[in-house]
């Protein structure tokens, strides 16, 4: 059943907040606790990411855009949609926390202010994505 866009987009932002809480415990947890030794804020946002990544197709197939079955090709199109927005997530963080370390702004605020500007952009871009590139009715073909 095809849900109106205005719902779909609702439950995408349900779903997406428990997907940035997700990266956000995971991007912060190795930082924070110092953890096997992480001491690279990419390379920690890179993982969180990806673990919410995997919550994010689950939730968004079954729930937001209600795909009981899988689309031919799906999973390599969410895959691809993922790729530009982890590409375009970690390229904003990084460039965020470079461009603001030379503000006037209290350094603990600058990895958050990041992170969320990150997670603005690569969000967009996912909706968009999964919307009307992977989630789409595909004519019926189904593997």
């Not at 090709?73 to 963080?93: D, E, H, K, M």
């Not at 990041?114 to 999964?130: E, K, P």
Request: hydrophobic share 55%.
């Amino acid at each position: 059943m095809n849900q109106p866009m205005k719902l779909e987009l609702a439950i995408f932002l349900i779903v997406g907040l428990l997907t940035v809480l997700i990266d956000f415990l995971i991007y912060r947890a190795p930082i924070h606790f110092n953890t096997f030794g992480f001491n690279s804020v990419d390379i920690a946002k890179g993982i969180g990411f990806i673990g919410g990544t995997i919550f994010a197709y689950f939730a968004n197939r079954f729930w937001t855009f209600q795909q009981q079955t899988t689309n031919s090709g799906s999973v390599t199109r969410f895959i691809l949609i993922y790729i530009l927005g982890l590409s375009a997530n970690i390229a904003i963080n990084h460039l965020t926390i470079s461009w603001l370390s030379d503000a006037i702004i209290i350094p603990e605020y600058i990895p958050l202010i990041a992170f969320v500007l990150a997670t603005g952009v690569s969000a967009t871009l996912n909706f968009i994505g999964m919307k009307f590139f992977v989630f789409t009715d595909r004519k019926g073909i189904h593997s």
